[in-house]
Structure formats: C-alpha cells, structure tokens
C-alpha cells in the first residue's frame, strides 16, 4: 500500500498534464526523452517484474499517466530512419543530457552488433514495454512495437502531428508510407515546480532545458537530416552545434507549447515562439517529404545565425533564401543534391522543379501579391497545382482555384481530386470559409461535408460559401465538396489521444 501510494504520487508529480485548450497532450515526463525519462522507466520496469513475480500484481494496469506516458515516447521515435546495422530499433531525438543512443547504436568500424547494443544502456527499454503492456495496454503494446522496428511487429498506429505539453511540436507526413516525414520542434516551457529541499533552485525540468528552444530534428526519405551530439543539447550546451537559430548565443528561450498545430496533411505548419527578446519566434512550415521551410523572425535589422548539424549522417541541401540581417527565411531538401531552384520574393519564395513551379508565403508583415497565375493576401501559405493552404491571411488562389477566409481566426487547405475538393481546417476561432472551384470543376449536386456530416451552405453558381466552427482544441476537421449523398471510404483518422 505504501508503495501504491509513493507510485501514484510520482506519476503525478513528475508527469506533465495536458491542455485540452491548446490540443497539448499529456504524457511528458520531467525528463530528458533520450536518457532520463527512460532511466525513470527502467527503475519503474524492475518494480513491475518484481510485483508480477510475487503475486501477479500488474501495476501498469489501469495507470493512464503511464499509457500517456509511453505513447509521448512512441510519438517522440524518429521513424522515417532505417535502422543501423546491428540496432534494431529507431532513434529517439537527442534532446536532454546523455543522449547516446545514436552514437553507441552507429558505433566504430569493426564493432561487433553486440558490442554495439550492449554499450547503450537503454536498449530495448522501450521493446520490454510494449512487452509489459500486452495485458493491460494491448493496443499501445502493439503500435509501440510497430513503431520502434518499423512494422515488423504489432500493428500501424498511423501516427498523426501532434502538440506536448511542454515538449513541443512533432509534424508528420505520410507515416509508415512510402513519403514519411518528421519534424520534431523543440518548445520546453519554464520550470512550473519546486520540490521543497531539491536543488537550491528547484526544478521540474530536470536534465531539460528551454535555452534551445527552436531546435529541429527532421527525417525524410529514411535517412535523419538534423541531430546533434549526445551533450551539445544537454549537460553541454553547445549552441553552434545545433540544429537552431540563435542571436549572440540565445534561441527561442523558454516558452509554452500554445500555437496551433495546422496539419493540413500534405502541407504542414507551426509557430514556435519564444522568451528572447531579440529572437521573437520560429515558423516550420513541412511540404510533404518534399522540404522543410523555416522562417526565423527577430526584432528589426537583429543579426542572428542560422546552424545546421548532422554528425550521424549527410548534410542536406539548404536554400538560404533570406540570411539577414533581419528574418531569415530557409528551406532544407532531404537530399544531397538540391533539385529545387529557389528564388526569393516579396511574400517568402517561389521553388521550381521540372517545369512545376510552387510559391511558399512565409512572411512577418502581410502582403499583397498577384500576378498572372498566383494571388495571395495574407503572411503564410503554401500553392501548387491543385493544392492550397491558407495558414494566416484573407486569400490564395492558384491557376483559377481560390480559397478565401472571409471572417475569423483560423486556417484552411484545400485539394482538387477526381469530382471532389477536400482540405482541412485549423485554428482558434471560426468564421466563413469561400472556395472558388477552377473553371473545370463542376459544381452540380455538390454538397459540404465537414467530418461527414451535410453542413448549410451557400453557392452563387461559381463559389461555395460556408461557416467554420472550430477551436484549437479542436485539433483539425476534415472537409469535402462532393456529390450530394457521396461519403469518404474511410471516416476522418483523427488519433483517440489522451488531453488528461
């Protein structure tokens, strides 16, 4: 009973919360995500042995907090790498001291796969788990196996972009598919507890730190593109030796994890912001396993320093479209050899590839562009062929086809498919939605449905008009302009996520 009592009490204490307001997910642990959250988790693992061998008792069973727990860590697995040679297992992100997982799992040349599991003292922590849940947590058991040998065992979570509460922003695309891309955003907020006599200063974010907030760790095409090494971003923070922005040594600082996450799919977009005063925020802006764009905003004409490291693997093609002083403004291929040519404009850039050109608004102040095929009014958007995204502003439009927010606080996309347009929507307030179908579309019997359900709208015989209700807590809804009765084949994939 006392120790019941003790357990209960450390989940809560140590575990983060989230908040239903923001869409921030619960399951955060004090710890760093690399090392001592899962030195927590391997003391926690002797416990549960201990007790199943001495009468049976699972104490993993009806915990939340520790369901929450492993699945912040399933999330957190940067799965579009191939696993080494010799480490069967995918990477968690080197953020935190001791992060060494991807160091002793690559090795030295002419290391044994033994010599090379056995160094890392966490190996297969995680695989032990999803083992220890198969009574108590079967669903999270097998997605976690999925997830850490990449669909070799257990079965497909379809993991989707998602908020933590005080760990930041994970962005994915196309997960366990042939286009999967991740972004891990880091956003760590301020220390919010003191345990009376721990430390002088007191702190719930033990082993973490907020002082490089804005780091990113991306991986498309099954090779990692960003990391640092196993201390650069914990005991020793080494601010020129990370995937980050900073001005005279500071990035984003500490901040909440409180923007709002627009998964649009294919086109993706956050704001990081942050506490420097000189360094106010970071936009991450994904484009399927395409590229990454990212827009660093500081005060005026602030000179700051765009890093970039790998020292496990290649180092990207980066496009320095803007490099300051002032905002900067890059966007990262996840290849060698660029393929893009880039050029800048007023409302961010515009990328050419094989004769396809897409215009990437990402913009502090908003615009007023137009030109013969691209309109756009507004700070951040995205525009190919068939595909619109409406992130911040009043309007785009693209080869005819025009998305509009007429009122309110929120985002949109939309995509041009075979006799139907479908997209998403984001934000904190609702308002009206106006879309202008291109000139081949045809609008006869088409009808709205917003998570599959017929909602009210209006059409002039050109446009369609319809009101948006949404919130960030909300996460995203799902629309379709279709045939009147047609419904989606699969229903809307949003992930039954804990927000405790």
């Known amino acids: 009973a006392s120790f019941l009592k003790m357990y209960t009490e450390w989940l809560k204490v140590y575990q983060r919360e989230g908040e239903p307001e923001n869409r921030a997910l619960a399951g955060r642990w004090v710890e760093s995500v690399a090392c001592y959250s899962q030195a927590a988790l391997r003391g926690l693992r002797h416990n549960t042995e201990g007790f199943l061998a001495y009468d049976g008792t699972d104490i993993l069973k009806d915990r939340p907090r520790i369901a929450d727990w492993l699945r912040w860590h399933m999330y957190a697995l940067v ?111 301020a220390q919010t507890y003191t345990l009376p006599g721990y430390r002088s200063s007191g702190s719930m974010n033990y082993r973490w730190g907020g002082s490089t907030n804005g780091t ?37 600082g500490v901040h909440a994890t409180d923007g709002v996450l627009y998964n649009f799919g294919d086109v993706q977009f956050y704001r990081a912001n942050g506490s420097n005063p000189a360094y106010r925020s970071r936009d991450v802006l994904l484009v399927s396993d395409d590229y990454l764009a990212l827009r660093d905003h500081v005060v005026g004409k602030t000179a700051g320093k765009f890093h970039w490291e790998n020292p496990i693997g290649e180092m990207p093609a980066i496009h320095a479209v803007r490099n300051g ?67 911040e502003g009043q309007a785009i439009s693209f080869s005819g086809f025009k998305l509009e927010i007429v009122d309110g606080d929120f985002g949109a996309s939309v995509k041009l498919g075979a006799n139907v347009i479908q997209g998403r929507l984001a934000g904190r307030r609702g308002g009206m939605l106006r879309i202008t179908p291109p000139q081949e579309f045809s609008i006869a019997g088409k009808e709205v449905q917003v998570d599959g359900r017929t909602v009210p709208f209006q059409t002039d015989g050109k446009t369609f008009l319809f009101e948006v209700r949404i919130s960030a807590g909300d996460g995203y809804k799902i629309f379709r302009i279709a045939d009147s009765g047609a419904r989606p084949d699969v229903p809307p994939p949003h992930p039954p996520l804990t927000l405790r």
């Not at 069967?88 to 690559?106: N, Q, T």
């Not at 695309?173 to 286009?179: E, I, K, L, T, W």
């Not at 095409?221 to 500071?250: M, Q, T």
Request: proline share 6%; net charge negative.
């Open 216 to 252: 990113i760790y991306y991986a498309a095409k099954e090779k990692i593109w960003s990391w640092n090494d196993y201390e650069a971003n914990g005991d020793r923070i080494e601010i020129n030796r990370l995937p980050v922005f900073e001005v005279e040594g500071r990035a984003l």
């Open 79 to 189: 799965t579009p790498m191939r696993p080494p040679d010799g480490y069967p297992y995918v990477f968690s992100p080197p953020i935190g001291a001791h992060a060494r997982e991807a160091l002793f799992a690559l090795g030295r040349a002419g290391e044994t796969d033994v010599a090379r599991a056995t160094k890392w003292e966490f190996h297969g922590l995680l695989y032990d788990y999803a083992r220890l849940l198969e009574a108590s947590w079967p669903d999270l058991a097998a997605e976690l196996k999925y997830c850490l040998t990449k669909g070799r065992e257990g079965h497909n979570p379809h993991l989707e972009s998602a908020l933590f509460r005080d760990y930041g922003a994970i962005l994915r695309h196309d997960f366990a598919g042939p286009h999967e891309a991740y972004v891990g955003v880091q956003q760590i907020g």
């Open 325 to 391: 002083p002032g905002d900067n403004l890059h966007v990262v291929e996840p290849r060698v050899e660029p393929t893009y040519a880039v050029a800048a404009t007023v409302f961010g850039a515009q990328l050419i590839k094989s004769g396809r050109t897409e215009y990437l608004c990402m913009t502090e102040a908003e615009v007023n562009f137009a030109n013969d095929e691209f309109m756009f009014r507004g700070r951040t958007g995205f525009a190919r062929q068939g595909v619109l995204a409406l992130f």
